[in-house]
């Protein structure tokens, strides 16, 4: 595992804890967002990828990360309105 990170989300008026896990390994290249299946989660990953570049750093282009996140609290997955975002 490269990074663990810990994040909160609003749910109408109540409030969830996601946990991100961020992994990169051998393989063919590309991002996958595991996990959560809100829509906004899976277009998140244009949006990671912008995000790295713009911090001058280098993106893994030859390596597999795969972006796994899950509710940790007691609410229900759909309703997620997680934002991978840095």
């Known amino acids: 595992m490269l990074a663990q990170v810990t994040l ?3 749910v109408g008026l109540d409030d969830a804890l996601v946990d991100v896990q961020v992994y990169i390994s051998n ?3 590309g991002m996958t967002v595991v996990g959560l299946p809100d829509a906004s ?3 998140s ?3 990671v990828r912008a995000a790295i570049r713009n911090s001058n ?5 030859e390596k597999r990360i795969t972006v796994n996140s899950q509710i ?5 997955d759909h309703n997620c ?3 991978l975002e840095t």
């Open 8 to 10: 909160g989300a609003v």
């Open 57 to 61: 750093l280098r993106y893994p282009g």
């Open 27 to 29: 393989g063919q290249a």
């Open 45 to 47: 990953r244009e949006r």
């Open 41 to 43: 989660v899976q277009e």
């Open 72 to 76: 940790i609290t007691g609410i229900r």
């Open 81 to 83: 309105s997680a934002n």
